[in-house]
C-alpha cells in the first residue's frame, strides 16, 4: 500500500475518559522517511494519541489517517508497533516470540539480531532490558512496515544500546518508513527530524529544537546554598529546574530573582544562559488551563 499524503495523521482529535480530557483537538502528520519526535511530561498525553493513532483506542472527537485511511486491520497491518512495555511473552523463548508474532503477521521469520543470536532459547523474561527492547524491535520490523511507532523505545537500558537501537530507527527512516517516537531525552530529540510538544493533552509547539524554545530566557542562579535557593524559588512559583547542582530559572526576569533570594537570606549572581527545550516545555506546560501558578 502506498500513499502521497502524511503515512500517520491525527485531525482536531480529542479523546475523553469521563470528564478528562486526555488528547485535546490534536492535528499531527507523518510523512515517510522522516523521524518525528513526540514530546512531554508523563501525563501530557503522549500514550493515548499514540493509541488512537494506532486504532487502539476511539476518538471521542476527530478523525485518525493510517497510510491514507482509516486504521483498519488491513492498514494496521502494515504498522510496526514497540510499546512502553514491549509487547512480548516472559514465558517464551525468544525465538518462539518472534515466531508467534511474525506469525500472526502472516510473514517469514527472520534470522535472530546477532547482539540476540547466542540467546535464541532463552526466556525473554530472563533476558536483560536491552536484549529484550532488541527483541521487540526486531519483532516490529519484522513484517517491513511503512511506518513505526515506538513508545518509550530506549527507557532503561544504557547509552550503548540506546544508540544502536537509534541506529536502527535512523536506518529506518533512511529506507522511506516514516517513524513516531516519544522520549524523555533530550539527546534523543536532537536526532528526530521535526518534534512535537503535549502539554496537558494539548499539542503546544512544533518543529526544530530552536523553533520550540524560541525567544525562552533561562536563567542560572549561582549560590554556595543552591538547595536553599532552588526551596526558595520554588516556593516563590518560579518554574526552577536542576542541572546537576545548577539552579536554573525560565521565563523569569533577574530582578524578580534577586527579590526572592534575598528575602530567603540568600546571597547569588544570576546569569542568563541559552534556553533548553527541558526548560521551554515547563514554561508551556505551566500556561495551559488549569496548571499550577
Not at 497510510?67 to 517464551?92: A, E
Not at 512496515?145 to 537509534?166: C, F, H, Y
Request: aromatic content about 4%; hydrophobic content about 50%.
Amino acid at each position: 500500500m502506498s500513499t502521497a499524503g502524511p503515512l500517520l495523521a491525527a485531525h482536531g482529535v480529542t479523546r475523553r475518559f469521563g470528564s478528562f480530557a486526555a488528547v485535546q483537538d490534536v492535528t499531527i502528520r507523518v510523512h515517510a522517511g522522516e523521524v518525528v519526535g513526540l514530546l512531554g511530561a508523563n501525563g501530557a498525553g503522549k500514550t493515548t494519541l499514540i493509541r488512537l493513532l494506532l486504532g487502539l483506542l476511539a476518538t471521542t472527537s476527530g478523525t485518525v489517517e493510517v497510510l491514507g485511511g482509516p486504521p483498519d486491520r488491513r492498514r494496521r497491518s502494515l504498522l510496526g508497533y514497540v510499546p512502553q512495555g514491549l509487547g512480548l511473552y516472559g514465558d517464551l523463548t525468544v525465538r518462539e516470540n518472534l515466531a508467534f508474532i511474525t506469525h500472526a503477521y502472516a510473514t517469514t521469520v527472520p534470522d535472530l539480531p546477532p547482539a540476540l543470536a547466542a540467546d535464541g532459547d532463552a526466556l525473554v523474561a530472563d533476558l536483560p532490558l536491552g536484549l529484550q527492547r532488541r527483541l521487540s524491535f526486531a519483532a516490529a520490523l519484522a513484517h517491513a512496515p511503512q511506518a513505526l511507532v515506538l513508545d518509550e523505545p530506549t527507557s532503561g537500558v544504557d547509552v550503548v544500546a540506546a544508540a544502536a537501537l537509534w541506529d536502527t530507527v535512523r536506518a529506518q527512516a533512511g529506507a522511506g518508513v516514516g517513524v513516531l517516537v516519544t522520549t524523555h531525552t533530550m539527546a534523543e530529540a536532537a536526532q528526530c527530524d521535526r518534534l512535537l510538544l503535549m502539554a496537558r493533552g494539548r499539542l503546544v509547539a512544533q518543529g526544530s529544537e530552536s523553533d520550540i524554545v524560541g525567544g525562552t530566557r533561562a536563567f542560572q542562579v549561582r549560590t554556595a546554598d543552591w538547595a536553599a535557593a532552588f526551596a526558595a524559588l520554588d516556593a516563590a512559583g518560579e518554574p526552577v529546574m536542576l542541572a546537576g547542582r545548577d539552579v536554573r530559572v525560565a521565563d523569569s526576569d533577574p530582578q524578580t530573582l534577586f527579590r526572592v533570594l534575598a528575602a530567603a537570606g540568600l546571597q547569588a549572581q544570576v546569569v542568563e544562559v541559552p534556553a533548553t527545550i527541558e526548560e521551554r516545555m515547563r514554561v508551556l506546560a505551566r500556561a495551559e488551563p488549569g496548571a499550577e501558578a
